[in-house]
């Protein structure tokens, strides 16, 4: 691995192609026992959701009034992992940042699918799943239109908006490099790849417009990743329940996105790379960029943290002070320790750059965060709904067996589509990756790499 | 038809394939300096310094398409709000006003930038001409996704070939061809 973006650099267009391309359709044997596992964690989480259509939410651990679980627990895990895709592919391409160019193509496409898994958890936590098409405004004979008053409104258009950005954004930053695929591929493959590129054939007229648009891309998707979370964080902060209304909930819950988001991208392109052997477009400059996000962020999420507990002691509020001590100490302590430790203990190391530089290093401290993460979300919603206002209605919830499969499920899911993805398109950016190298020139005139 | 556009719609393909970006340059400007338009430049990649040269700075009008789609979005978010809720007012959760903008602020801004995105999306089509799958044949170049760029004209004047095509060869194409014809290139190149 080296440590600088120009180090081991392709010297010419036509080598980042190849390096790139040459991993497409060629399935080894790691590559196909990961999918194997993938799509067969997806397939008993299909089979679990069957069991809960067929039986009901019963066999969900639901117990009330904790009638908001690990559903919505991992629906918002899965929407926070998507952002630090938007983070790094939108804001880091405003701000010209030049470590983005080796990773971004794949935290997009992590992105896109995390936000689809998200995507199916508001679906499962309905239980009556075919009735989806309520959370929609539709023309109807009764004017029963939806409350656009009500934060999970707000949530359905933020999802919804964010998943169709990102998507767009994701497929036109393809488009210039599907037309390189094509241009190296033959018969049905090329056809395929041929319809994929829209017939991108690199004129200036399509440079020209894929660059305005390209930057307007990304300007409205730099905010609407910040909004996304916000609207997430809403969902818990406008209601009046102790432990989550709160002010600080939509910076709280951005930070967290793009930490747990930024893990994600560790823990996936770590192994990637070294699988590929791509380490002249993706290496330790990179990753420990990546680190670096976590950390701050990381201080961000332990700030928080302090402040929720200042805030609960010093506004003398019994039942806001209630909450945040039983969380430490009450029945689900193990999560609220579990997430402390993940989120606040655990990235310290990567203060030292000797641990930041180390793979085994940052992939097991990327596995903590994302574990801490998940519990994070854990302990915002179930603690809060298990020990509510009157202590007669404190619960206790249990995951049932149905809820682990589905959630399991969810994983193989994201990596069924993740998995296909890095077989079947570029999954880092070609052209941009081209930008990075001195164009070839033959006369005097210098012209540098971007 | 008029006798020039005649003259033009029935014109000559002739490309020049160059290997290098300084030629490439050189050979947009010596076309510009000789009064002789109509080309189209293949890239590899957005190079700046070929946009700059072909189109001096202007901006790109998908601009206005984001700017229509975000206006669109706005008040597409606030007449889907306010009307649905208008439509039945007895309905008033939380004791709000039946128009209450600020929730419905979150809906009018999801919509600006969904409405913005896809307008985009719409530009960037039309403009770029995508699908572009009925693009003349020169513009289908394999090897300009790889490492060449070119300068191509679809229907260059007859009066015009002689000179584009001494303009290429002397900023250094390395290949040109004239209608399905090879008539000049660089052994090795």
């Known amino acids: 691995m080296h440590e600088s973006i120009d180090a081991n650099r392709p010297d010419s267009y036509a080598a980042a192609n190849r390096d790139i391309i040459r991993v497409l359709l060629k399935p080894n044997l790691g590559w196909a026992v990961l999918f194997i596992i993938a799509t067969s964690m997806m397939l008993y989480g299909f089979w679990c959701e069957f069991q809960q259509l067929t039986w009901g939410l019963g066999i969900a651990g639901y117990n009330p009034p904790i009638m908001w679980g690990v559903y919505i627990v991992t629906f918002v895990f899965w929407v926070g992992i998507g952002h630090a895709g938007t983070l790094i592919s939108a804001i880091l391409f405003l701000v010209r940042s030049r470590w983005r160019t080796g990773v971004y193509r794949a935290s997009e496409g992590m992105t896109v699918f995390a936000v689809m898994t998200a995507l199916l958890f508001p679906v499962l936590h309905l239980g009556r799943a075919w009735q989806v098409y309520w959370f929609f405004p539709y023309p109807n004979q009764r004017y029963l239109w939806v409350n656009f008053k009500s934060p999970l409104m707000w949530d359905v258009f933020a999802i919804s908006t964010y998943f169709t950005v990102s998507a767009v954004f994701f497929f036109i930053g393809l488009v210039p490099d599907l037309a390189v695929v094509r241009d190296h591929s033959t018969g049905l493959v090329k056809k395929i790849y041929a319809v994929l590129a829209l017939g991108w054939h690199g004129t200036d007229r399509q440079w020209y417009h894929y660059m305005g648009a390209y930057g307007f891309f990304a300007a409205l998707a730099a905010p609407l990743v910040l909004s996304v979370h916000s609207v997430v964080s809403w969902d818990f902060a406008m209601a009046v329940t102790a432990g989550w209304h709160s002010t600080i909930f939509p910076p709280y819950f951005v930070a967290g996105a793009i930490f747990s988001g930024c893990a994600m991208v560790i823990t996936l392109l770590l192994p990637m790379t070294y699988a590929f052997k791509w380490h002249a477009y993706v290496n330790m400059w990179h990753f420990e960029h990546l680190a670096k996000m976590c950390l701050l962020t990381s201080g961000i999420l332990t700030y928080a943290y302090g402040v929720e507990y200042f805030i609960g002691w010093y506004s003398q509020n019994a039942y806001e002070w209630g909450i945040f001590s039983w969380r430490a100490t009450g029945e689900y302590a193990w999560a609220f320790w579990i997430m402390v430790f993940c989120n606040c203990v655990a990235p310290l190391p990567w203060y030292f750059r000797k641990v930041r530089t180390n793979p085994w290093a940052l992939f097991i401290i990327s596995i903590f965060v994302n574990i801490g993460m998940w519990f994070e979300r854990f302990n915002i919603v179930i603690s809060s709904l298990a020990h509510q206002f009157d202590p007669a209605t404190h619960a206790y919830y249990r995951i049932s067996p149905i809820e682990y499969g589905i959630m399991i499920g969810s994983f193989g899911w994201f990596g069924f589509w993740f998995l296909l993805f890095l077989q079947t398109l570029p999954a880092i950016a070609i052209a941009e990756i081209k930008e990075m190298i001195a164009p070839p020139v033959r006369g005097a005139a210098h012209v540098e790499a971007k | ?189």
Not at chain 2, 45 to 59: D, M
Request: proline share 6%; charged share 20%; with cysteine.
């Open chain 2, 1 to 189: 038809m008029s006798a020039a556009h005649a003259e033009v719609a029935s014109g000559t393909r002739i490309k020049g394939i160059y290997a290098h970006l300084d030629c490439l340059l050189a050979g947009i400007e010596k076309l510009k300096e000789a009064g002789i338009s109509g080309f189209q430049v293949l890239s590899p990649l957005p190079r700046h310094e070929i946009l700059e040269a072909v189109y001096e700075g202007r901006p790109s009008p998908v601009r206005w398409w984001t700017l229509v789609g975000g206006i669109t979005g706005i008040n597409t978010g606030l007449l889907l709000t306010s009307l649905t809720a208008s439509q039945w007012p007895m309905i008033n959760p939380g004791g709000k006003p039946v128009v209450a903008l600020p929730p419905y602020a979150v809906i009018m801004f999801e919509c600006t930038i969904l409405f913005g995105a896809l307008f985009t999306l719409a530009g960037l089509i039309v403009h770029c001409g995508l699908p572009g799958f009925g693009l003349d044949k020169s513009l289908q170049d394999p090897r300009v996704s790889d490492d060449k760029f070119g300068i191509a004209f679809l229907r260059a004047s007859a009066k015009d070939l002689e000179r584009i095509a001494a303009i290429l060869s002397d900023t250094g194409a390395i290949e040109i061809t004239r209608g399905d014809d090879t008539i000049y290139e660089v052994p090795n190149a």
